[in-house]
């Protein structure tokens, strides 16, 4: 039998080292320009897709590790590198994740590839589950998608709001209601392929951080797309929506499938941000002096910096425990996903706070990355679900109890 071991192996080590590689000299020497532009940072996706950074490929290797680490592992360097670039990189995983959660293996093998392009004319992917009136709110979506039995399509029709790489993507991957009367069981996931017409976003939103990273709303007027582009196929949709009319436990819901295989990948962006902050606050405490002494030799500022660096270990572990048990198919029986996202999150926000105040006046302003890095930290405790939606989400699964 196997002992237990938290030591990486070389594969990991190498690739850590490697994707660090990219993120120290690519993204973060572009990481303040493209903050300020906020602009997708095509030169940097198309470094990414030319070294195998960005692409189905490294995806699909890094999915592929069987420990389940090898995607927390990068993504925390991508994300250490810089978050508004990190999420451009990583927008379209969500997308493929949504078709991964709920997709046949041959809309795997049709779609996922068009999410990505190739490396001379890299593309993106964006899912698009949150609408204007529902985002904590999975139940309330509102965007329908119905069948025309003449013409083999699906016609999808309405809004959604804050889609990552929205309007911009090749390969939109939608979250739809099928059947109103069943609530949040009616509804599917629907692929719309590239330049599918009736696809409108006419407004990217301005952002607090993340600004290298688009985000749109996105109109479906009257978008027909094929019958084969619901995920799971019509047959198995069809079973799971008779099984949800007779009450019976319908095997969870489009959204909520895609959010629970996303979590730990997000915690693992929350824990690259922390990290790079906490480095940051580290090296200038050494070398800033008050009263005489570097200010790392004042005890409030050491014990600051003590607290971060065991804050961020503690969210990597539940990150890699989440992303081994998911990727070992052992249930998340007391949310386990949803705890390794919520404290990433949290201590992202917290740790890049405590970084601007380890700067003083300096980590106020934009000499200084810090700054930047707290206005990304704050996502962490609101998309994939809120830091709330966690806590009811792990609070039901360790009562059993249906916690409003
Ligand atoms: C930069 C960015 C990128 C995004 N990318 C995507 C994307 O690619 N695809 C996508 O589909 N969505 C995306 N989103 C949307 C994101 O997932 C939602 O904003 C998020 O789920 C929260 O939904 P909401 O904004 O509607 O807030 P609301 O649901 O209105 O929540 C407002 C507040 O109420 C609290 N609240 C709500 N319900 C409860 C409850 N039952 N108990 C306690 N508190 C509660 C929430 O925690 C929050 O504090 C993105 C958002 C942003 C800002």
Redesign the pocket.
Known sequence: MAGFSLELNEDQTDLRDWVHGFAEDVIRPAAAEWDEREETPWPVIKEAAKLGVYGFESLATWFSDPTGLSLPIATEELFWGDAGIGLALM?TG?AVAGIFAAGEPEQLVEWVPACFGDEDDPKLA?????EPQ????VAGYRTRARYDEATDEWVINGQ???????GIANVHVV?AVVDPELGARGQAGFIVPPGTPGVHSTRK?R?HG?RA?H?ADVFFDDVRVPGRCVLGGRERLAARLARAREGQRAGGQA?MATFETTRPTVGAMAVGVARAAYEYALDYAKQREAFGRPIVEHQSIAFDLANMRMEIDAARLLVWRAAWMGRSDVPFTAGEGSMSKLKAGEVAVWATERAIHILGGAGYTREHPVERMHRDAK?FT????????QR?VISRAISGRHI?
């Open positions: 927008g969500l964006a899912f698009c589950a949150s529902a985002g904590s709110d959604k709001a804050w889609a990552t790489n929205g979250t939103i952002k993340l990273s985000t959204a996502i609101i998309f994939e679900g809120t830091s709330e939606i009811l409003r």
